[in-house]
């Protein structure tokens, strides 16, 4: 089919329907497989859900959330995982799109001494969670920024991006040379429209991609791969599986562990983390000069 967007990570127009939700299309890139939104809200749409934490469609959805202690243990964990002894002392680290703060405090715990731990958050109400728990967070326009960091983090924000390559490059510039990118997303596009993970929030969510495509654009922006973490998708704590059990006997609450019973092993190592450093000038795509920006 021909898609109303080009798939930005190949530059394709070719597509095919994969999933409708909220009133908004999901497709598949017939080339390398990116799942993205081709009929996506405009600009101004996008940047007044972001602020408000609701996006319009069909139905209304509301993506603010609550802070989650349990969060910080995980984030604790997996920095483990990723940076095992190192000393990061002195980092300067930006996390975008902080929330609640719950990788921040993460980061508090795990550096001794960082220079700097700061966060980005467009919705007002993360912003106002995060700074009662003492954290340096504000709203902040990464293009206008003169400040380099040591460490971005990016954490379940890469699928909200209308065009991520455009916005990889501005992050690559806020980097100093050797710094390091820490981007979790979901590999997932190999899924069937039945085993994706649902609901898929749609229009918060723009695209979903795969290991490949993101180490790709990746490379050619400049990164370097350190490592690459999976995860399940569902973290089944104790505290997640007591409340999705109580939701079995709440009125109007449905709960999701018959879901994840079902799906659990095909949502195995969905959640992706990849740590990635800054080496050199990026590369310029053979095909498109516009998809990757310099």
């Known amino acids: 089919m021909a898609s109303i967007l080009n798939c930005y990570a190949c530059g394709s127009c070719d597509s095919s329907y994969y999933f409708e939700e909220n009133g908004f299309v999901l497709v598949k890139c017939s080339k390398c497989g990116l799942l993205y939104v081709n009929n996506p809200p405009t600009e101004l749409e996008r940047r007044e859900a972001l602020s408000q934490g609701l996006h319009k469609g069909e139905e209304e959805i ?73 954290l340096s967070v504000g709203f902040i326009d990464i293009e206008a920024d003169n400040n380099k960091y040591s460490h971005i983090s990016l954490l379940n924000v890469y699928s909200h991006i209308p065009d991520p390559i455009v916005f990889l490059a501005t992050i690559r510039s806020k980097l100093k040379i050797g710094g390091e ?57 104790p505290l997640n599986i007591v409340k999705e059990f109580i939701k079995l006997f709440v009125p109007g609450r449905k709960s999701r562990l018959i879901l994840w019973a ?15 450093k800054l080496i050199d000038q990026p590369m310029k795509p053979e095909n498109s000069s516009s998809l990757y920006p310099k």
């Open 62 to 134: 509301d993506v603010t959330g609550s802070f989650s202690p349990s969060k910080i243990n995980v984030y604790m964990s997996i920095l483990g995982d990723l940076y095992g002894n190192e000393d990061l002392r002195g980092a300067e680290w930006l996390d975008i799109g902080c929330g609640h703060g719950e990788f921040l405090l993460a980061l508090k715990q795990f550096i001794p001494e960082p220079a700097g731990l700061k966060g980005s958050e467009p919705n007002a109400k993360k912003r106002s969670s995060a700074e009662k728990r003492g």
């Open 181 to 237: 990118l820490i981007l979790q997303t979901g590999d997932c596009t190999d899924l069937s429209a039945d085993d994706i993970i649902k609901p898929l929030l749609l229009p918060d969510h723009l695209s979903f991609c795969t290991e490949s495509i993101l180490l790709d654009i990746l490379s050619k922006l400049g990164f370097s791969v350190v490592v690459i973490k999976k995860y399940p998708y569902i973290i089944a704590t």
């Open 262 to 276: 079902r799906k659990w092993r095909k949502w195995q190592s969905r959640d992706m983390f990849i740590r990635a």
